[in-house]
Each structure stands twice: as C-alpha cells, then as structure tokens.
C-alpha cells in the first residue's frame, strides 16, 4: 500500500513540478477565473442585488466561475502526455491505477489552488457572507474532489480522442452539471444557515464523488490501455 | 559492466496481424529470441516496425495472433507483468522535457518502485555520455542527448528484456561505438533484446531476423 501511494506521490510531483517550469494550466485557470470575477464583479458587484435573492444568485454566480475555470484548465493533464508522446513510457513504467491516482492527485492539487485562490476574493468582491463557513468547507473540498475526479476520467477518455477541445466540454457537462446543482443548493444554505438542506445536498455532492470514483477506477485501465 | 541475468526470458510469436481499419499493416508474422540473442526487425519504411515492437512490448494489441513471454523455468509471464520485465527506446517515446536528466530518471525509479539510489542514477548518466550536474531541462537537450537519456531511462531497472527501435539515431560516432559494445555486454548478460533498424551495423548485431515487407 505504501508502495503504491509513493508510485502515485512520483507521478503527481512529477506533474506538479513540470506545471510549475511551464505554468500552462495555472495560467489558464488563473486567467479564465480572475478574468471571469472581474467581470461578475464590475458589472453586479456587492449591492446591486436584492439581499433576498443574494444567497442563491451569488452561489450560481461562484460555481460558474469555478466551474469553467475548471475546465479551461483541467484537459491538459493526458492531452500533454500524447502530445508530447510521453505516455508510451508511463504506461511501460506505472500500473494504470498509479497512473489514474496520480493525475487525480495533480487536478485535485490545481482545483485546491484555483479554489483557495478564487473562493476568497469571489466573497470579498461580491460581499457574499457565509453562515456556516467550516460546512461551507466542507462543501468545497467535497465539491472540488468531485470536479477533479470527473475531469481526470473525462480528461484520459479525451487524449485518445482527436477532436480534443470540444470534446471535453461535450462530455464534462452532462456528467457535471447535476453536481454543480446540488454544489449551488449546498453553498446557498451554507450562506442562509439552513443545516437541513445543506446535509442534503452535501450528501448527494459525496455520492457522486463516490460513484465517478468508483467508475473511473473501473474504466481507467480499459481507457489507458489501447 | 552488465550484471547477469539469473533468469532470461525469451519471447514467442505466432501468426501476428495489426490492421487500422481496412488498412493492413502486416499479417502472419511469426518467430523468437531467446536470452543472450537479438531479433532484428527490418523493413522498409511504413512496413510495421514499429508497430510490431509496440505489440510485442504490450503497448499495443494484434489484431491477430498471440505473443508469449516465458521464463527459463517454462512459466509464462502473464501480459499485465511484461513491463516489469523489458525497457524500451524508440523514437515515438519521449522523455520529460520539462525535467532535467537526473529528475527523468529519479521520476522514473520511484514510478517503477526501484530501489536505485542517486549515485546509481547519476552513474548510469555519466555511462550514457551524460552530465548529472547539468540542470538544463531536457527540452535544451540536442536530438542525440535526449537519445542518450531515453537509453539511461530503458537501462535503469536492469531489464531482461531490451526493445531497441532504431536506437542509434542521433548518435555521434562516439556514442554508436559506446552502444555497440553495450549491447554486446548485454548479450553477454543474457539479455533478450529486440531491435527495429535498417542500419546496416546494427543489424549485424542480430542472431535472428524478422524481415517486414512494405
């Protein structure tokens, strides 16, 4: 077991640190995000809406930031290993689950810097207030772990693909767009202090994070083989 | 020096066929190597080479026909086990150009779960004509020291079985004289290679020979 969490570890570090030597990813989701906030915040900003819609609109306003942001950035994770025709020797040299693991690693690493980036300044520029803020933590860490599951198998289906691009989001928002509903419900009653619905939709949010986990461990190996 | 191999694996296969669609790459190609012997693959351009190397290390699957991986004890190697087993160089396959020499190879021990130290690491660059202290990424590398590094990371695990895929493309004088007296040693070592060339000095190398045609 250790073994194979340090094989999984070798693989994330690995595309952590050629992340950071060419910053692609980071800078598409630092851009698509900032320049999608900056945008949601000139044009609405902290009192233009009713403070009785505010809770809702503002958490429709935030998933999509993230949402996108998320997409915009998330593809590259097997896209690059073709390109670059490394992924011949990852598949000689890891198990197909170390491979699966490890990327899932690396997203869920770039999910945790857009999220710690852009949550924080989205409620400052926005003046949206949370009520619960350790739920509202949760939520996010269980919504960020959904995405970054549901990207990494979506992102490994589409490196073999050769319309790359639009297949990503053709296949992301059928699978993601349930999530991102019950991720809305959940931070809206994370803002208004509604435990009720929040355990609800918590609990649906760490469902699926649990079935596109158990599906993608299951799939992975047929997608990364040939 | 090459340690020697305890046990050598040798390698059959039997009315092999790889088509894309309609189109057919090659179709009933049949032989083995055995430990301590190299199989040379030629053909001209487009023939399958490269194709049959991909097949007969597991990257790829026949369309028809089936390869076997069997230990000196008679025991075959199941499919999911072959990479344990086999380093590659061809020219399809990239290292990490974001990473410098030392981090390929430091990547690649801890992925295969190896206990090969940095010192042994940093041997294995200087053996390939390498400098470990170089800190340039491999993407300033020229075509032939990346060539040398794709050797270093095929050598690193030591083994049994070598598929070459022109691997002396890109190399200077120098380092073709260096990889014919390697392979030489692995022989020696009772190493089973497999080596896709239509250079007329490696294929001297071989003991068997598949020939593709176009």
């Given at each position: ?14 595309d952590l640190r050629a992340e950071f030597r060419t910053r692609v990813a980071i800078n598409s989701l630092a851009l698509f995000a900032l320049t999608t906030l900056a945008a949601v ?133 059928p699978l993601l767009l349930p999530l991102l509903i019950f991720l809305i419900q959940g931070t809206t009653a994370a803002s208004t202090g509604d435990l009720e619905i929040f355990a ?27 | ?90 020219p399809a396959m990239a290292v990490y150009e974001e990473l410098t020499a030392l981090e390929n190879l430091g990547f690649f021990v801890r992925v295969r779960g190896l206990s090969v ?98």
């Amino acid at each position: 077991m250790w073994r194979w969490l340090a094989e999984v570890a070798a693989v994330a570090v690995k595309d952590l640190r050629a992340e950071f030597r060419t910053r692609v990813a980071i800078n598409s989701l630092a851009l698509f995000a900032l320049t999608t906030l900056a945008a949601v915040s000139y044009t609405i900003g902290p009192y233009r809406l009713a403070d009785e819609d505010r809770p809702f609109l503002l958490s429709v306003l935030l998933w999509i930031v993230v949402f996108f942001a998320a997409l915009a950035g998330l593809d590259r994770s097997f896209v690059k290993e073709e390109e670059s025709h490394t992924a011949p020797l990852l598949r000689l040299a890891a198990a197909p689950t170390v491979v699966w693991a490890g990327k899932l690693l690396y997203n869920l690493c770039l999910i945790v810097i857009l999220m710690a980036m852009l949550v924080p300044l989205f409620c400052i520029l926005m003046g949206f207030k949370i009520v619960m803020v350790w739920h509202f933590v949760g939520l996010l860490a269980a919504g960020g772990f959904a995405l970054a599951v549901t990207t990494t198998i979506v992102a490994a289906i589409i490196a073999q693909a050769m319309t790359r691009g639009a297949l990503f989001s053709v296949l992301s928002l059928p699978l993601l767009l349930p999530l991102l509903i019950f991720l809305i419900q959940g931070t809206t009653a994370a803002s208004t202090g509604d435990l009720e619905i929040f355990a609800e939709s918590l609990r649906a949010v760490l469902s699926m994070a649990g079935i596109m986990t158990v599906v993608s461990a299951w799939l992975f190996p047929v997608v990364w083989s040939d | 020096m090459v340690s020697a191999v305890i046990t050598g694996i040798s390698i059959s296969f039997s009315d092999l066929a790889k088509r894309y669609d309609l189109r057919v790459i090659f179709r009933s190609v049949s032989g083995e190597v055995l430990p301590g012997e190299v199989l040379v693959i030629n053909g001209p351009n487009g023939s399958g080479k490269s194709t049959l190397m991909a097949i007969l290390c597991g990257l790829l699957r026949p369309s028809r026909g089936e390869v076997r991986y069997r230990r000196q004890d008679g025991s075959i190697v199941p499919r999911d086990r072959w990479r344990r087993h086999l380093g590659v160089v061809a020219p399809a396959m990239a290292v990490y150009e974001e990473l410098t020499a030392l981090e390929n190879l430091g990547f690649f021990v801890r992925v295969r779960g190896l206990s090969v130290g940095l010192e042994q690491q940093r041997r294995l660059l200087e053996r390939v004509g390498l400098d470990p202290d170089r800190t340039t990424p491999v993407r300033g590398y020229s075509t032939g020291m990346a060539q040398r590094l794709k050797i270093a990371q095929a050598l690193l695990h030591s083994p049994e079985v070598l598929f070459l895929d022109e691997p002396g493309s890109n190399l200077d004088p120098a380092g073709q004289d260096w990889l014919e007296g390697h392979v030489a040693e692995l022989i020696e070592a009772g190493r089973t290679i497999v080596l896709a060339t239509n250079d007329r000095r490696e294929m001297g190398w071989g003991s068997r020979r598949v020939a593709l045609a176009g």
